[in-house]
């Protein structure tokens, strides 16, 4: 009996898929015959395969791949990636102002986060320190928890209830015995940091080979013009390539829906080229089907 107990938990743990991404499958139709050596030209469409869900823009990654090039797709902003940062990772989402954040927090000391300016910090400068599962806010950060609401939900701060109380862990998880694992509690921080508000959203504890203390979160703010990351150039830049949806609220990504990906001022595509699209939601890898050559 213990060793068919032992085997089904063993089983539990080795089969055990996070709640994360989506089933969505991306169908990639190509743009024959209308590419050219201009600079603005349309790509490729993307829509939804049947019984697909709606997807938040804030969670979305969209990136094409040609004549070994990568590039990245949004609706206007892309950020740089700084290869000498080794323990925070910032990467702009498809919305253009949305961050997801991974922090490596494997040491027992701790990675401090400057949330204003998506950087490894210090002691004496920080929003947010990290360590295996404690995580921290500075002294003197306002903080509130909006348990059940998404981070993209949140317009508005008017009944909102502030807390002083930054002496003691966040307490954001909770942990699943019975397969071992780290789980968010499904909600988004507000945190009040020098007159600007910021919405923060726990993903995951893992990183995309999972592996564990790598805490990952959506951050962006109230006000999309008062995040000091969006303006640093040596931080964001414009993207490549564009993406052109129908819905002006640029919130999810509809089902029903198909967008456009087009260049920005950059001839990625000439007359003729093979296009890879590759797409992640909350950062896994959605399922693309229908991948076709641009002749």
Request: hydrophobic share 35%; charged share 20%; net charge negative.
């Amino acid at each position: 009996m213990l060793l068919t107990l032992g085997a089904a938990w063993t089983y539990l743990i080795v089969s055990y898929e996070p709640p994360l991404g989506t089933d969505n499958t991306v169908l990639v139709k190509d743009l024959e015959g209308v590419l050219s050596n201009g600079t603005m030209d349309e790509l490729a469409t993307l829509s939804f395969a049947e019984g697909g869900e709606d997807l938040a823009w804030t969670s979305l990654q969209i990136e094409i791949m040609t004549n070994e090039q990568q590039y990245t797709c949004s609706f206007g902003s892309q950020s740089i990636q700084d290869l000498n940062e080794r323990n925070v990772v910032a990467t702009l989402g498809a919305d253009g102002s949305t961050f997801t954040t991974m922090i490596d927090a494997t040491e027992d000391s701790f990675t401090y986060l400057d949330v204003p300016n998506q950087q490894e910090s210090n002691l004496s400068d920080y929003t947010m320190r990290f360590s295996t599962t404690d995580v921290f806010f500075s002294e003197g950060i306002q903080w509130a928890f909006l348990e059940g609401q998404n981070i993209g939900e949140i317009t508005s701060i008017n009944s909102t209830k502030w807390s002083n109380a930054t002496d003691d862990r966040l307490e954001w998880y909770t942990y699943d015995i019975a397969v071992h694992r780290v789980n968010p509690i499904f909600g988004t921080y507000l945190i009040l940091e020098d007159s600007v508000v910021y919405k923060i959203q726990f993903l995951t504890y893992y990183s995309d080979e999972d592996e564990s203390r790598y805490p990952t979160m959506l951050i962006s703010t109230l006000d999309k013009t008062e995040f000091p990351a969006l303006n640093n150039p040596n931080l964001v830049v414009p993207s490549p390539c564009l993406i052109q949806s129908d819905d002006d609220t640029l919130s999810y990504w509809n089902a029903t829906e198909t967008i456009t990906l087009l260049e920005n001022g950059m001839n990625i595509c000439s007359s003729s080229c093979f296009l890879e699209v590759i797409v992640l939601y909350e950062t896994r890898t959605v399922k693309i089907e229908n991948i076709e050559s641009l002749t």
